[in-house]
């Protein structure tokens, strides 16, 4: 199965600022099948991209995916409020099973 | 808008059944992948399986030995059933729907495995 590696594992900004976080794969991701989620506490996971550039419907332009291979990349450009959650990298390109990255925390 | 609604006890005792169900609704469970996932406290997220409702279903296979998912087309709901429970199998158990990955959630049903 495809392993993927989050970093950071934390990252510390504020609002207004630019966020960059990475998701590395242990393989080639099939087709670019990699999906980024948005998860707070209590809550459902939120699909946020997939394929790797697409946005989901209803999610903000701030949020941007690019990268192919084995290497992706989730930028919000500016941080609102409501962005400080944990994201999740997905990937679904190759033979199930699906895996996810450990995450990476966006805090204030 | 299609909604997912999950419901199943939240506390199974070990070497029981765990047994959950999925209820759709706003949509039809016809033509789409359908998907288990959980997340243990402190742990990534895990994908349990899929299926499709003509009869396609795929299994993480560690789990595979333990793990069944049937659907009810008629109520328009899916179920998972893990059998030999431990508490290695305490998570947040979430059905979702698979379009362009899994685009659409449950909202989660904590489970935990205690006697």
């Known amino acids: 199965e495809i392993v993927l590696t989050q970093s950071p594992a934390t990252l510390s900004l504020s609002p207004g600022e630019r966020a960059t976080l990475s998701c590395g794969a242990s393989?080639?991701?099939?087709?670019?099948?990699l999906a980024w989620y948005q998860h707070k506490p209590g809550l459902a996971p939120r699909l946020l991209i997939y394929?790797?550039?697409t946005r989901a419907t209803g999610i903000p332009d701030r949020f941007s995916g690019s990268g192919s291979g084995t290497d992706f990349t989730l930028t919000i450009s500016r941080l609102e409020p409501e962005d400080f959650a944990v994201y999740y990298c997905q990937q679904y390109g190759s033979s199930p099973p699906w895996t996810f990255g450990q995450g990476t925390k966006v805090e204030i | 808008q299609v909604r997912l609604q999950q419901s199943g006890p939240g506390l199974v005792k070990p070497s029981e059944t765990l047994s959950l169900t999925c209820t759709v609704s706003?949509?039809?469970?016809?033509?789409?992948?359908w998907s288990w996932i959980r997340q243990a406290a402190g742990k990534r997220l895990e994908w349990i399986g899929r299926f499709y409702p003509s009869g396609s279903t795929t299994y993480n296979p560690s789990l595979e030995s333990r793990v069944t998912m049937s659907v009810d087309m008629s109520k328009n709901q899916f179920s998972l059933i893990l059998r030999s429970v431990t508490a290695a199998d305490t998570a947040v158990y979430y059905c979702a729907r698979e379009t362009h990955a899994l685009e659409i959630w449950g909202p989660g049903t904590l489970v935990t495995v205690s006697s």
């Open positions: 394929d790797a550039s």
């Open positions: 393989r080639n991701v099939n087709a670019n099948y």
């Open positions: 706003g949509g039809s469970i016809s033509s789409y992948y």
